[in-house]
Every structure is written in structure tokens, then in C-alpha cells.
């Protein structure tokens, strides 16, 4: 019986789900494959993901057009190691021994792809830099 490390698991949060948190753990996904379980999740989801986000993500070769945005559950808060929120404020429950970081990203509700484009380059430097910090390549 090999011992097999256990995934890291992160949950990216932010109030719609349909913008910010839906990019982070799509470029997470994308980037760590099946290195990380990855979550996301909305305290007040919106109907759909934002059509300029879906754009965005795919000029850069990542598809989320079937996605749809998910409600933050107490379950899923507690599943995760760690629990970046963007934007939700004192709606996201915290628990003791999660490790908690809150993104300063400005909202791309309204915005057209133009203005998302920069958020969405953001947002992928500080995926990479969270998956060389939490599951680096060939570590373990």
C-alpha cells in the first residue's frame, strides 16, 4: 500500500460567483490538474457566470461556458484548506485551522472584456504563485 499525499484543497469565494472566484478556480484547474481540489462558491450566486469572464478565459484557452454559479455552503468552507475569499466581506463562515487570504480584485460585474482582461491577468499570477506555494510541481 503506497502512501499518497492528500490533494490540498482550496475554495475561492466571492459574492456572485460568477466573476472572480469562477476565474481563480478555473486557472487553478487548468494549471494543477488533479494536484488540488478545487471549489467555488457565491454567499448571494448570480443566475449565470459573466459573459465577459467566459470571453476573457476563453483568449486564454480555458472554457467555462458551462459553468454556473454555486452557493457557498458551511460544508464546503469546512472541506477546504484553504478559503480565499474576493469581495464577500463577514458573509463567509471561518473556521479555526482553515488558512484564510482575501484577494483585493476589483468586481467584473458590468465591465466589459476590455476591463476584465487585466482582472483575469491578475487573478492568473496569483493562482500560480498560491499553486507553487501549495502543491509545487513533483513535490509532495
Known amino acids: 500500500m503506497t502512501d499518497t499525499p492528500r490533494r490540498p484543497s482550496v475554495l475561492f ?55 454556473v454559479p454555486k452557493v457557498l455552503t458551511t460544508d464546503a468552507v469546512q472541506a477546504s484548506d484553504v478559503v480565499i475569499t474576493m469581495g464577500c466581506g463577514d458573509t463567509c463562515p471561518v473556521f479555526p ?23 483575469r491577468d491578475e487573478i492568473e499570477h496569483r493562482v500560480r504563485a498560491l499553486l507553487d506555494e501549495i502543491a509545487p510541481p513533483g513535490g509532495g
Open 13 to 67: 469565494v466571492c459574492v456572485h460567483n460568477a466573476g472572480r472566484s469562477q476565474m481563480a478556480a478555473a486557472f487553478l484547474t487548468h494549471l494543477a490538474g488533479d494536484r488540488v481540489q478545487v471549489r467555488s462558491a457565491g454567499s448571494a450566486p448570480a443566475a449565470t457566470v459573466n459573459p465577459a469572464v467566459v470571453e476573457a478565459l476563453a483568449e486564454a484557452g480555458i472554457d467555462i461556458s458551462a459553468e
Open 97 to 119: 485551522g482553515k488558512r484564510y487570504l482575501d484577494w483585493q480584485l476589483p468586481d467584473p460585474a458590468g465591465r466589459g472584456v476590455d476591463a476584465v482582461r487585466s482582472i
